[in-house]
Nanobody, 123 residues
Framework: QVPLVESGGGMVQAGGSLRLSCAGS????????MGWFRQAPGKEREFVAQ????????EYADSVEGRFTISRDNAKNTLYLQMISLKPEDTAIYYC????????????????WGQGTQVTVSS
């Protein structure tokens, strides 16, 4: 069983919106910090947002603050990323990931990754 599976990516015009989902498996999903990262062509994978296991804490990269919202539904084992006011520079493959700790923005701080979902924003 694949631990994390992203969905919801697609093509959208600048200014548009998308909601990404990440389905987790198993009964331990609720105990982990969850995060979203993205990787554009030719660039390193970068932090987008993360949320604590109980949704009490969340933080965002400066580039998406105020436009993206991370949330989770532990009863459904699902993580979300609501994206509005999308820009061409948001174009990337978006990955969800799992961590044992809250606060790290480094990819090394996350031990399980999904396969990614493509988001393309046209100008």
């Amino acid at each position: 069983q694949v631990p994390l599976v992203e969905s919801g990516g697609g093509m959208v015009q600048a200014g548009g919106s998308l909601r990404l989902s990440c389905a987790g498996s198993g009964r331990t999903f609720r105990f982990y910090t969850m995060g979203w990262f993205r990787q554009a062509p030719g660039k390193e994978r970068e932090f987008v947002a993360q949320i604590s296991w109980d949704s009490e804490l969340s933080e965002y990269a400066d580039s998406v603050e105020g436009r993206f919202t991370i949330s989770r539904d532990n009863a459904k084992n699902t993580l979300y990323l609501q994206m509005i006011s999308l820009k061409p520079e948001d174009t990337a493959i978006y990955y969800c990931a799992r961590s044992n700790q809250y606060g790290s923005r480094r990819t090394a701080g996350f031990d399980t990754w999904g396969q990614g979902t493509q988001v393309t924003v046209s100008s």
